[in-house]
T-cell receptor, first 113, second 114 residues
Framework: SQKIEQNSEALNIQEGKTATLTCNYT??????LQWYRQDPGRGPVFLLL?????KEKRKERLKVTFDTTLKQSLFHITASQPADSATYLC????????????FGKGTTLSVSS | GAVVSQHPSWVICKSGTSVKIECRSL??????MFWYRQFPKQSLMLMAT?????????EQGVEKDKFLINHASLTLSTLTVTSAHPEDSSFYIC??????????FGQGTRLTVV
């Protein structure tokens, strides 16, 4: 069956450290993968999109990698801050044609000062 | 990024009544809009996909007569929960895309049926 999994429900780190979140998928061949941030009681906010021919994408303190052989994406937040505390969701478009995104359950990141 | 406006952000209604939730793409034309439902500590579950001017496509297990979706224009989709019951209480989120671009989400609507 098709699955998209995020390795842990919760991740606790200290301010200033790098947070690394993992997203694995099976039985999909997505053309791209997306990462979103969701705060409690709010809709997801788009962060980054990485295509299958891109190994790495960066945006400020965020970095995403995409390994289509391992069927895995890693999401890094460097120099983490308490304001980064939120749930992070990975998502993929199974068809690559603008159909609905399929989401992982998310990893809730807590950054303590 | 693009803005998707969803309202109301929360609503409480009595069992048996209907509730309408609006989703608008404010600065782009959305060829497709999506409606999701989210339970606490769970992932977003797709309910239906709507394309402007055509009937919505519902996911398996979603009652189309209960969750009425109208996508009247390229910037507006509505979800009406008809004859709501307490088990319909949930967080409903709309999403809009323009072709294959990234998806943008509304703020979500917390529905509580009492």
């Amino acid at each position: 069956s098709q699955k998209i999994e995020q390795n842990s429900e919760a991740l606790n780190i200290q301010e200033g450290k790098t947070a690394t979140l993992t997203c694995n998928y099976t039985n999909y061949s997505p053309a791209y993968l997306q990462w979103y941030r969701q705060d409690p009681g709010r809709g997801p906010v788009f962060l980054l999109l990485i295509r299958e021919n891109e190994k790495e994408k960066r945006k400020e303190r965020l970095k995403v990698t995409f390994d289509t052989t391992l069927k895995q994406s890693l999401f890094h937040i460097t120099a983490s801050q308490p304001a980064d505390s939120a749930t992070y969701l990975c998502a993929l478009d199974p068809s690559g044609a603008g159909t609905a995104l399929i989401f992982g359950k998310g990893t809730t990141l807590s950054v303590s000062s | 990024g693009a803005v998707v406006s969803q309202h109301p952000s929360w609503v409480i209604c009595k069992s048996g009544t209907s509730v309408k939730i609006e989703c608008r793409s404010l600065d782009f034309q959305a060829t497709t809009m999506f409606w999701y439902r989210q339970f606490p500590k769970q992932s977003l579950m797709l309910m239906a996909t709507s394309n402007e001017g055509s009937k919505a496509t519902y996911e398996q297990g979603v009652e189309k007569d209960k969750f009425l979706i109208n996508h009247a224009s390229l910037t507006l989709s509505t979800l009406t929960v008809t004859s709501a019951h307490p088990e319909d209480s949930s967080f409903y989120i709309c999403s809009a895309r323009q072709g294959r671009a990234e998806a943008f989400f509304g703020q979500g609507t917390r529905l509580t049926v009492v």
